[in-house]
């Protein structure tokens, strides 16, 4: 084989403060802990059999040679991967290599006394791909990658830990100095948070300072958020996400998610392309045209996903990062908004054109090409005609479900399984009796069907059995306000006596249970609670429209007015009552977040691409499922929100149980054990270390892939060549050199006087 030509060796010393020129002629200097030098030396090879784009590799080391090493993978054969490996704690051991142009660059890393420190400044993009081991032989569990460094670090609430940050992780990553000393944990950091807001009276107030957890530290705020989420949830979600909502011009800190507007149409492929996840699996969207019981507040709306998806996270689970949040503006309806000088939104009365069904079609299309075909898609809060008009549009051809209408029938509906429990009657004998007649009603209505058939009663049975009055009255045929299609099947014959109100409309169908979801306030009456008390020995009262203030009666109201008999469930949170005899009830909450994060863990983790009807059902089995006789002696008819992550496990198992037993799932192969598969994919709130994967290889797996043995030193002044063989070296591509730290001149001009191998 050809000899070396000069390798460029001079016996001048670089700068100090340029220890990372780039050329043929390179002298490097570093130093370590106790001061002392060693060398880098760049080879070039001008043989025929070595082209000059291959890697050439010089480790130098200051007293004996080492008793193995491994290089990077980025830059080296396979054979090589391991990252780098120091030999002893004093040793120092630097890397050269080669690009393809033949100009050289050099890392070095000090292996001193298990710390150590870097001379100079490596260039980002190598260091990224190049770490060396603060101690050679130490063992370092790899939680997370990160190519953020510094400031910017900290700045990104995904990877923020505060001042959680640990010793070495701040002095890796450029963060010494630009934190406070102290390194706190996670408990320590929730307790603050929690001090923080105990001081806080007003609902909005403590919204803000959660959501700006939130745009801070992620991981801290779903932290706190399931340290206490029976207390939290009623802040982030129902009922204060109302009021933040009706505000939300006037405190807006930063966006979140993504804005989508009429103007837009054409481009909102291009749009999504913005959005920085490449692995998005669940998107909420909204038009912001029904927000709650609040009506139409437009791109106020935004909100509603942005909590919505919080409980994603926070109840089941589901990756933050995998979640989209989504307002698409078409304007608003709401003069008051269009006068609003804090308005966020497009100031124009809302577009209810083709243009705005063309804007859908393209959204969905532009969502599913980016994510893929069984990407989830939930519909939040659209107007009651295009949430079932979409939803008839796009099930079958979409993953997608409508959680006003599903989700809320699916946890009204285990309500009424786990108060079957407690009357003694069950579900195909119930008489229900609606107040109000929109898409909540309409979803809680079928789906109530559908249970009673799965009993073996008959369709036309089972539609006789539930009535609905709205703003016009009781739903009869034959009435002069028009019946919407989807009304039509809970359109019945009219009874003798028409009700004109409410608590008529109570005493002539005498029902078992009540139903609100009209949103319109108190209409749940002191004549209404009475009434279904004197027909029914456990009546059955549900007042869930929300916020609070849209609810039909307070849980006070229904429990002191029906003399404590009655099974209660809400919309949104009401406190403990107690009895004039002392007795105490702890009101049901019917919230959505029980069904939809259970639901959209198992959607997603079964590559789902068609939601069926008999999901819910079975989550709503699910749901009632988990409901003890204590609870229900305390006047619960859901388990405690305390335990929703739990909960939502259990409805996701068995709902991907449903879904595989039924060929709905696509994902394979089927976990053989559900419940396990499920728990592993969960996402945890605990810090992750951003410190690299560092571990050893056993020697003699060193040699072997190195393709030669290492030699025994006798003379730390000889330089001793790895490579003895042109076969080896060829097939390699790499040549190793030791070269003593304290080495003599005559042994640096050897190596560079064409010293034929």
Not at 274 to 280: A, F, S, T
Not at 530 to 558: D, Q, W, Y
Not at 667 to 676: L, M
């Amino acid at each position: 084989m050809k000899g070396f030509s000069h390798l460029g060796v001079g016996d001048q010393k670089p700068p100090e403060h340029k220890p990372w020129r780039r050329g043929g002629n390179l002298n490097k200097y570093a130093r370590g802990a106790a001061g002392q030098r060693a060398h880098w030396w760049s080879a070039a090879a001008r043989s025929r059999f070595l082209p000059s784009h291959w890697l050439r590799a010089v480790v130098s080391h200051r007293h004996a040679p080492p008793s193995g090493v491994s290089l990077p993978g980025a830059a080296l054969p396979p054979a090589f991967s391991g990252g780098f490996r120091g030999g002893r704690s004093s040793g120092g051991w630097q890397l050269l290599s080669h690009n393809r142009h033949g100009s050289s660059a050099g890392i070095a890393r000090r292996a001193a006394g298990g710390g150590g420190r870097r001379s100079g400044a490596a260039p980002p993009a190598m260091l990224s791909r190049i770490r060396a081991a603060a101690a050679p032989c130490s063992l370092a569990r790899r939680g997370a990658h990160t190519k953020e460094k510094g400031k910017p670090l900290m700045l990104n609430p995904r990877t923020n830990k505060g001042m959680a940050f640990t010793l070495h992780e701040r002095q890796m990553l450029g963060l010494q100095g630009l934190l406070p000393p102290k390194i706190e944990t996670q408990d320590i950091q929730a307790l603050r948070f929690h001090k923080n807001l105990a001081k806080m009276t007003d609902p909005l107030e403590k919204y803000i300072y959660i959501m700006g957890i939130q745009e801070r530290n992620e991981k801290l705020f779903y932290r706190v958020l399931q340290d206490d989420i029976e207390r939290l949830m009623p802040i982030v979600y129902t009922p204060t996400v109302g009021l933040a909502c009706s505000q939300y011009g006037h405190i807006f800190r930063r966006p979140k998610g993504l804005f989508i507007s009429i103007s837009d149409r054409g481009h909102i492929r291009s749009i999504v392309n913005n959005w920085p996840e490449n692995d998005v699996k669940a998107v909420v969207v909204t038009d912001g045209e029904r927000i709650l019981g609040l009506g139409d507040l437009g791109v106020y709306g935004m909100g509603i996903p942005v909590g919505k998806l919080c409980l994603y996270t926070a109840c089941a689970g589901i990756h933050p990062d995998k979640c989209l949040p989504v307002c698409i503006d078409v304007g608003t309806d709401n003069t008051t908004l269009l006068k609003d000088p804090f308005y966020m939104g497009l100031y124009q009365k809302r577009d209810r054109s083709q243009v705005y069904d063309d804007l859908i079609d393209e959204f969905m299309e532009a969502i599913t090409d980016r994510y893929g075909q069984n990407t989830l898609i939930q519909f939040e809060d659209f107007g009651n005609h295009n949430a079932f008009r979409f939803l008839r549009k796009y099930r079958e051809k979409y993953c997608t479900f409508n959680d006003d209408i599903q989700g809320t029938a699916s946890v009204a509906l285990a309500g009424l399984l786990a108060a079957q429990k407690a009357t003694g009657k069950p579900i195909s004998e119930q008489k229900v009796l609606f107040l109000g007649a929109g898409e909540a009603a309409l979803g809680i209505a079928n789906l109530i069907v559908m249970a009673m058939m799965e009993t073996g009663v008959s369709a036309e049975e089972a539609y006789k059995r539930i009535w609905m009055f709205d703003k016009y009255g009781l739903l009869v045929q034959g009435r002069e306000q028009k019946v919407d299609s989807n009304q039509e099947p809970f359109t019945h014959p009219a009874p003798e006596q028409i009700p004109k109100t409410f608590v008529e409309a109570v005493n002539v169908l005498r029902p078992s249970a009540i139903i609100g979801v009209a949103g319109a306030g108190r209409l749940f009456s002191p004549d209404v609670l009475k009434a279904m008390g004197s027909i029914n020995e456990r009546p059955i009262v549900f007042a869930l429209s929300n916020p609070t203030l849209k609810a039909e009666c307070t849980a006070e109201e229904a429990y002191t007015l029906t003399e404590g008999r009655c099974l209660f469930a809400s919309g949104s949170p009401f406190d403990l009552v107690t009895l004039e005899d002392g007795r105490t009830f702890k009101p049901g909450q019917g919230n959505n977040a029980y069904i939809f994060p259970g639901v959209a863990l198992a959607v997603i983790l079964s590559s789902v691409r068609h939601i069926s009807d008999k999901v819910f059902l079975e989550a709503a089995k699910a749901l009632a499922e988990q409901l003890t006789d204590e609870e229900l002696a305390q006047g619960r008819l859901y388990p405690p929100l305390s335990n929703i992550r739990e909960v939502s496990i259990y409805i996701a198992v068995k709902v991907m149980e449903f879904l595989y037993a039924n060929n709905m799932a696509f994902h394979y192969p089927e976990p053989a054990d559900k419940n396990r598969y499920i728990r592993s994919k969960v996402w945890t709130y605990e810090y992750e270390s951003f410190m690299p994967d560092v571990y050893d290889w056993p020697e003699s797996k060193l040699r072997a892939a190195a393709g030669f043995c290492l030699p025994e030193a006798k003379d730390v002044g000889d330089a001793h060549f790895l490579a003895s063989s042109d076969d080896v070296l060829v097939r390699q591509k790499i040549c190793l050199i030791f070269v003593p730290h304290n080495g003599t001149k005559e042994t640096k001009q050897g190596l560079g006087l064409k010293k034929k191998v």
